[in-house]
């Protein structure tokens, strides 16, 4: 089957794969991204919200994400602005 994937981590990628039937959200996540832990990534099917465990069919548009950007600094009450 065919899904498109978008994701900005490894330098990124936009396109269309090539998977077997039945791949999970999980399978794609740790076949593209085997040293990340998915607890710190969004993944989206469809631009909805996704559970790892949801199975993809052909023509998912499916993106990960980060959670926290690399580098970024969180704000707080006490900082200034």
């Known amino acids: 089957m ?13 396109g269309d ?3 077997p039937s039945g791949t999970t959200v999980q399978a794609l996540f740790a076949a593209r991204m ?3 832990v998915v607890d710190n990534f969004l993944l989206r099917v469809n631009r909805l919200l996704s559970a790892p465990q949801q ?3 052909d023509g998912d548009r499916i993106s990960i994400t980060p959670m926290r950007i690399e ?9 200034a602005v």
Not at 2 to 14: D, Q, S, Y
């Open 2 to 14: 065919r899904v498109f994937l978008i994701t900005t981590e490894n330098e990124g990628h936009a």
């Open 17 to 19: 794969i090539e998977l």
């Open 55 to 57: 199975v993809l069919r």
């Open 34 to 36: 085997p040293d990340a």
């Open 71 to 79: 580098g970024a600094r969180a704000r707080h009450a006490d900082s």
